[in-house]
């Protein structure tokens, strides 16, 4: 018997204290039923809590990710969250009467949430809905929903490919009907903590737009500023067009003569022309948003093609040069100092070679057959000489092939000239 009170005495206060404590799990219990049967009293499932009067609702969107950006359909894909909040001063309450609760947690059809949407978007693929609904004890609702992801639309600007920066718009408003107003959050603009990173974009900003009345109720369109990662573009894309066009002078050193060099030039000359379809395939076919890349394209196709053109003229000048007598002034300007300018030696003729041991004679024969006519048959002008007729013929051949290497190498000259110039103002106009 003195064993059974002594358990009364020391185990019943233990499980009553733990019973009527007010900071117990049952107790907590009991006061969020009492909180939840005060909102079913105070405010309707299906009413804001004005009534038919406006109700300010506070909305403040946050994105996620972003999913993909397609520049050539002009669209965009973001996964955005939209917290809401709103105050609704008839469930109001005081923490003293109810164990000191602040808030309660419960579900979103245990009161009215408003229904708030992208109204921009051109699909949605996941449907936004609240899952936490939050209520404060002085009367401010507080809404949680799932991550939303919505097809938007959106012109974007290539110009500068790849360094670009895009800015694109949503349009949050009221799906409900309801009259309410939507009002920007007082929260983080563009919160980073939640944001998962893009491999190929960076999000710079996420600002508010503009407030608009125009359409419809209370509808708020907030800006995105997103800027491309250039990297892969820089090595797939730019550099080999950059390699290709630098490579291209490289014709210029091979010898006149030879075929090869308009082989190479057609081959430098190809390889735009598929840069160019495959640029074709990134970009949108637009003609308000060209960008300088694939107008520098175009050039270097351009540029590459007139190439060809003087590879032809130059194989043109040195092989099929010598049917035709070289006249007198383009004599005397390749035999002149002024070649000396572009990097070569002034032409001398070759002499007859019977009188190669004899420096006077050597020079007074290569006289007599710069002056032998050029326009009257051979036969007459130059009976009894066919060894200077000969040698003629061999010099005005040799001629015609220091002709061709001086413009070939006053092409080089301008080709330089034309590539750095191209790509100088290239990428000054694309970083600045």
């Known amino acids: 018997m003195k064993s059974f009170w002594v358990i009364c005495l020391v185990i019943l206060p233990v499980n009553l204290r733990k019973t009527l404590h007010p900071h117990s799990p049952e107790v907590a219990a009991h006061y969020e039923k009492e909180l939840i049967k005060l909102l079913e009293m105070k405010a309707p499932k299906h009413t804001p809590p004005n009534g038919a009067g406006h109700t300010d609702v506070m909305i403040d969107p946050m994105l996620r990710q972003l999913l993909d950006v397609n520049e050539r359909e002009g669209y965009w894909v973001a996964s955005i969250i939209i917290p809401v909040k709103y105050e609704n001063q008839n469930i109001t309450w005081n923490p003293a009467d109810y164990g000191n609760i602040t808030f309660i947690q ?40 799932d991550y939303l992801i919505a097809k938007m639309a959106c012109s974007f600007d290539v110009t500068k490919f790849p360094f670009d920066e895009h800015r694109c718009n949503f349009n949050v408003a009221p799906m409900g009907f309801w009259l309410y107003y939507l009002n ?10 939640i944001y998962l990173p893009n491999d190929q974009w960076d999000i710079l900003n996420l600002d508010h737009l503009i407030f608009r009345k125009e359409r419809r109720a209370y509808e708020i369109a907030y800006e995105v500023h997103f800027r491309r990662k250039p990297l892969y573009y820089l090595i797939t894309l730019v550099s080999p067009i950059v390699i290709n066009y630098l490579l291209s002078g490289l014709a210029f050193f091979l010898p006149s003569d030879d075929g090869e060099k308009l082989s190479f030039g057609v081959t430098i000359l190809l390889a735009q022309i598929v840069a160019v379809s495959a640029m074709s395939d990134i970009f ?103 060894e200077l007729l000969q040698q003629k013929r061999e010099n005005n051949q040799l001629r015609w092939k220091f002709l061709a290497m001086v413009v070939d190498r006053i092409l080089l000259i301008i080709h330089m000239f034309v590539v750095v110039s191209n790509l100088g103002f290239f990428t000054y106009k694309i970083l600045y």
């Open 184 to 193: 920007e959050g007082v929260y983080s603009r563009h919160n980073q903590s």
């Open 284 to 386: 949108p076919a637009s003609s308000t948003s060209i960008p300088l890349l694939l107008y520098f394209v175009s050039g270097v196709t351009l540029h590459m093609a007139i190439m060809c053109f003087e590879s032809v003229i130059v194989l043109g000048l040195s092989q099929n040069g010598w049917r035709k007598w070289m006249g007198p002034k383009t004599r005397r300007f390749i035999a002149s100092n002024v070649i000396i300018l572009i990097g070569l030696k002034p032409f001398k003729a070759k002499p007859t070679s019977k009188y190669l041991a004899f420096g006077a004679k050597r020079q007074s024969e290569t006289n007599k057959l710069d002056s032998l006519p050029e326009d009257q048959d051979e036969h007459e002008s130059f009976r009894g000489n066919n």
């Open 106 to 145: 419960v579900q979103p059809d245990v009161l009215w949430v408003p229904v708030v949407g992208i109204e921009s978007a051109i699909k949605v693929e996941t449907a936004f809905q609240y899952s936490i609904v939050t209520i404060r004890s002085d009367g401010w609702v507080l809404l949680q929903g």
